[in-house]
């Protein structure tokens, strides 16, 4: 049961949260990932520049993000998503060669995945929420055998009452049905739930869109969100600082 969990005078009885850049910290793995695939590259190519490698390397894997074409599906096969970003990469100095892009590509995930790890405090904030909450549902883009590997890996599922991954619903946030699908899976309503996440689009917009609460990680330290959205909203630096805001009951 509850305890008395509130948002800004909404009384939260069930809590949705977001797995990647939430719970589990990508950043020192995109890093680290970064790393080992530029220096596959250079192994193949001494020659050329790692600062200029880098610097198109992360102009390619933001123009592969930022266009929904691309994005939709390609969160849906990450390994295929990371080799068509540094094909783009080869290509933007003039290189043509596949292969060097599947083994660069391959550097890149062993590294990212070896440096994946749950945000500081991250699991005890799980912890209490589950402890606090009537229901939680994880509720999660990308490809169901990736994610269900990460949920594994860091024992995340004891902690949800209901696991929702794009690749095995059929839909990712921030469609209204998804939200609606986890509500109902875990027998909550819009009004009594919030959403925590990263991504002020998916996440955020989405689940406000949808008659949830929401609470924005803002990760990055930006201090304000991209743009305005529909209604006020929380925003916290990490997720383990969630359980004392809904405590306190003030979203700030």
């Not at 994610?147 to 594994?152: L, S, T, V, W, Y």
């Not at 929702?164 to 109902?184: S, T």
Request: proline content about 6%; charged content about 25%; hydrophobic content about 45%.
């Amino acid at each position: 049961m509850s305890d008395g969990l509130r948002l800004d005078g909404r009384v939260i009885e069930a809590i949705l949260l977001d797995l990647d850049d939430t719970i589990l910290d990508e950043r020192p793995g995109r890093a680290a990932g970064n790393a080992a695939g530029i220096a596959s590259i250079l192994e193949s190519h001494p020659g050329l520049d790692h600062s200029t490698l880098a610097e198109r390397l992360d102009r390619c894997s933001r123009e592969f993000w930022s266009d929904p074409r691309l994005a939709l599906p390609g969160r849906l096969d990450m390994r295929a998503s990371r080799i068509r970003i540094h094909e783009a990469l080869l290509e933007s100095v003039g290189i043509s060669d596949p292969g060097l892009a599947r083994r660069s590509a391959d550097a890149y995930w062993v590294a990212r995945d070896a440096a994946l790890a749950p945000f500081p405090g991250a699991v005890d904030a799980l912890a209490s929420l589950r402890g606090a909450a009537r229901r939680m549902a994880l509720v999660t883009n990308g490809a169901g055998a990736s994610q269900r590997a990460k949920i594994e890996r860091f024992d995340l599922a004891r902690y949800f009452d209901h696991l929702q991954i794009e690749g095995e619903f059929g839909l990712g946030k921030p469609e209204g049905a998804v939200f609606r699908n986890a509500l109902d899976r875990i027998g909550a309503e819009p009004e009594t739930s919030l959403m925590a996440g990263d991504n002020f689009e998916i996440d955020i917009v989405g689940a406000i869109d949808a008659g949830l609460a929401a609470v924005w990680i803002d990760k990055n330290g930006e201090g304000a969100p991209p743009r305005g959205a529909p209604r006020p909203h929380g925003i916290l630096l990490t997720i383990a600082t969630l359980p004392d805001l809904l405590k306190n009951g003030s979203g700030g």
